[in-house]
């Protein structure tokens, strides 16, 4: 079977550090991305990891462990933009490169001053 | 360069009328994929793409049907609407799986 689990919400202060984790259990893996989703409109990509270890960019940083099929998002020097839903989605690999997509639910986070 | 274009933004529907989601991608990619997103369900895969003629379901296809005659288009049809069918409906498009997909603005549907 296929299951991603992400916590529903989160809390944040302006400035400050979060985490968001992700653990997945997939029959095929072949990368997993993370997308950011405002209130309202489409998601958008944030970071990509198909090998063990932490991929940053800029604030945000994102880490893989195959092994333990597990993930998480950094957000550093929190702003009050970054008050959205956080997608964690693993890409489905069969035998053949289709490139699906399977999303979590997403984590809602809310930046407070 | 207007990447992955949906249309129309919001549509009410009655049950039983049919209607098109319309998706045009100007970016050439051959990867197309239609998501629905209910509150606090994620996204669900309905169908997908991977080049001109060829489609296949996803997780949640009953209800509704694809074609892929071009690279560009990738239009989702609704036969028989029903009130399960409200839904905010995504058509994304990616060049490989690395990239990541881009997404269009999404088309909300209510069904009354």
């Known amino acids: 079977g296929q299951n991603i689990d992400q916590p529903t919400e989160m809390t944040a202060t302006e400035g400050a550090i979060v985490q968001i984790n992700c653990t997945y259990q997939t029959s095929g893996f072949n990368g997993l991305f993370w997308y950011q989703q405002h209130a309202g409109e489409a998601p958008t990509f944030l970071s990509y990891n198909v090998l063990d270890g932490l991929e940053e960019k800029g604030r945000f940083s994102s880490f893989l462990s195959r092994s333990k099929g597990y993930s998480y998002l950094l957000l550093k020097e929190l702003q009050m933009k970054d008050s959205a839903s956080y997608l964690c989605a693993v890409r489905d690999y069969h035998g053949g490169a289709t490139n699906k997509l399977i999303f979590g639910t997403g984590t809602l986070l809310a930046v407070q001053p | 360069n207007a990447g992955v274009t949906q249309t129309p933004k919001f549509r009410i529907l009655k049950i039983g009328q049919s209607m098109t989601l319309q998706c045009t991608q100007d970016?050439?990619?051959?990867?197309m994929y239609w998501y629905r997103q209910d509150p606090g369900m994620g996204l669900k895969l309905i169908y997908y793409?991977?080049?001109?003629?060829?489609?296949d379901k996803g997780e949640v296809p009953n209800g509704y049907n694809v074609s892929r005659s071009t690279t560009e288009d990738f239009p989702l049809r609704l036969e028989l609407a029903a009130p399960s069918q409200t839904s905010v409906y995504f058509c994304?498009?990616?060049?490989?799986?690395?990239?990541?997909?881009?997404f269009g603005s999404g088309t909300r549907l209510t069904v009354v």
């Open positions: 793409s991977v080049g001109a003629g060829i489609t």
């Open positions: 994304a498009s990616t060049r490989t799986g690395g990239d990541g997909y881009t």
């Open positions: 970016m050439n990619h051959n990867y």
